[in-house]
């Protein structure tokens, strides 16, 4: 206000209007500085106002008494707490260390350990605190001590966390005793390296369960940008359980202190945050069905020439997967320790894709196993009675509908002859499935929209939900699909071949099991599921396994019921009579799929026929017959009885015991003599 008061009186009322800056004649200077500016003339109020004396006597007064209180709180502090400050003192250090949480273990459903964690040693490299020019000896130096690696693979990776101011970098996981010993040197000549004690994941069965299971590895930079509370010394689930389940079994970190003194010295130890392990997780699967299922298709692989296969046991009644194998595969434990250049290049590089896991993932033309849904759509759609028959001849010709001229054949394996439904089913009749699903002559058929849509219900062309991470959709062509990806028409041809599981029709292991499964356990198409049960480390469930279900009552008895009979007159008359060998009875399809190879070889089943525990199905990449497919499936499930169902069994007889060695060669020289 004394600025605007003296503004008011001024002699000059015209320069009320004028802004300051406006004004040649005032600078900021003469704003702000002392009463003897010339914008102030003689007996005009100034900008200061005086301070009053009281005040500042007030002011330090204040100031001295709040000084003698601290200084007389100091003097009480060191009387009361002298010893304990002064000890304190000493300590100009506390180091806090993260130790790492074991991962829950997990289990088969017969109580056998498929992986756990076990302290081990990994080696630190802090790449903030190693000189650029020091890298590259380093480098040099470790590819001495772990011969696993090269020195080019080192001072990449010791590179690339200096350029990328990454924090501290596994330099080398799961150390053995002997390197233990031999890289302490290394530790004294380069401070900034140092050896961490961390749980590490083992995995007591190799590849037996690698697609299942997964593996874990270390992190990578970005994967803890996405992912809270976890370093770049830290391991992660990288497929199957391992990864699905990652926010079960990671457990929850320790922090331990370390106090130090100035010379260094550790005087005290403290865990400021004790480990939690992570849960335990309960599959559904059998270790002895998955050991025996698992050694069964590695025999396949050499009896028939043969560089892939997959099957999946599953129980039809819930869903619940009992045995899962794919071929090839891969030994997790090689992850854990790091991945050498040679496994690198194995694993990733190799054309059979030994990481991909075929029962989920691989998509192929199913062949003949199509056939029972094709047949149960056919029924439903009301085309064609279970009895009526067609007369087969081995092909049928179909001419062209834009020029009648031009014949198109499709043939069958064989002349089948009269066959109804079941009895197609059974022999596995090409010409009698063209005419249910593309027409032909005098009988009408599905059309390829029909057979689209019911495939669909049976869960082809969709990912099931299985909860063990990815999985492929398959493919259910139709026009619409084939002109969006082909710019195409459709053609009847493309029709006839989707009937029999040929042309652009695919589908997954595990949705083929999954579908055969409705017709075992009478109309209910489950999610295959793989856990049992998740649980605490004070044994409390977190969660159950889920047994749901993606669809039911949409195939009216009766359809099930002519399908199941089919299939069970291909087992005791048909193209899967091998199977009457089995101790139960049983019913299944066959399918031989043409590729641009080989044909791929299928079989789909299930057991007992009449009351249905296990459902199973089995592929071979370019296994030619699927006679082949029948004699693999029928091992498992012969298998699967002899450990649920050893009573079906005849005991052996005992053997009678040979003569003593030497009382036969006595014997023996009598005679002789």
Known sequence: ????????????????????????????????????????????????????PTSTRIFFLGIFAILVFLAGYGVYLNVRYGNE????????????????????????????????????????????????????????????????????????????????????????????????????????????????????????????????????????????????????????????????????????????????????????????????????????????????????????????????????????????????????????NHFVAGLTEGQAEAYFQDPKSPLINRVALGEYATGSVIKPFIAAAALEEGIISADKVLQTHGYISVPSVYDPSVVYRFNDNKNHGAVDMRGAIAVSSNVYFYTIGGGYESQKGLGIERMARWLKEFGWGTQLGINFGSESSGRVP????????????????????????????????????????????????????????????DGVMQESGKNDIINENFLSQSSINVVREGMRQAVQTGSSIYFRNLPVTSAGKTGTAQTARKNNAWFTGFAPYENPEVTITVLLEEGEGSNNAVRVAYRILDSYFKIWHPELYPKPVPVQTAPEAETVSEDVSENIN
Request: no cysteine; glycine share 6%.
């Open 85 to 332: 400050y002064k000890e304190l003192a000493t300590l100009n250090a506390q180091r806090v260390h993260d130790m790492g949480a074991p991962r829950g273990e997990i289990t088969s459903s017969d109580g056998e350990v498929l992986a756990y964690s076990e302290l081990g040693f990994n080696l630190i490299l802090d790449p903030s605190k190693l000189p650029e020019e020091e890298a590259e000896n380093l480098s040099v130096s470790l590819a001495q001590y772990f011969d696993r690696f090269s020195s080019d693979y080192f001072y990449r990776i010791i590179s690339s966390a200096q350029e990328r101011n990454l924090g501290s970098l596994v330099i080398a996981k799961n150390l053995t005793e002997s390197e233990v010993s031999r890289v302490r040197s290394l530790l004294t000549d380069y401070p900034p390296l140092s050896l961490e004690e961390r749980p590490q994941r083992v995995y007591p069965h190799g590849s037996v369960y690698s697609h299942l299971i997964g593996y874990t590895a270390s992190i990578t930079a970005e994967e803890t940008e996405k992912l809270s509370g976890y370093s770049l010394t830290d391991n992660v689930g990288k497929k199957g359980v391992e990864f699905y389940y990652e926010r079960f079994l990671r457990g929850t970190k320790g922090l331990f202190a370390k106090f130090v003194t100035a010379k260094g010295d550790v005087v005290e130890e403290k865990v400021l945050q004790p480990v939690k392990e992570g849960s335990s997780i309960q599959l559904t699967l059998d270790n002895r069905l998955q050991t025996e299922t698992y050694q069964i298709l590695k025999d396949s692989l050499r009896e028939y020439g043969i560089t892939s296969v997959a099957a999946v046991v599953m129980n039809p009644s819930n869903g619940d997967i009992l045995a899962m194998v794919s071929l090839p595969d891969f030994d997790p």
């Open 1 to 52: 206000m004394p600025l605007f008061n003296s503004l008011k009186r001024s002699k000059h009322p015209s320069d009320l209007w004028v802004p300051l800056h406006a004004r040649s004649d005032i600078t900021p200077e003469d704003v702000f500085s002392d009463a003897s500016s010339p914008l102030f003339e003689d007996g005009e109020q100034k900008l200061e106002v005086p301070v009053n």
């Open 478 to 537: 139709d026009p619409e699909w084939k002109m969006e990806t082909k710019g195409e028409r459709w053609q009847i041809g493309d029709t006839y071949n989707a009937s029999i599981g040929q042309g652009d029709i695919l589908a997954t292991p595990l949705q083929v099991a999954a579908a055969t499964s409705v017709f075992a356990n009478g109309g209910t198409l489950f999610r295959p599921n793989i856990v049992s049960g998740i649980y605490s480390q």
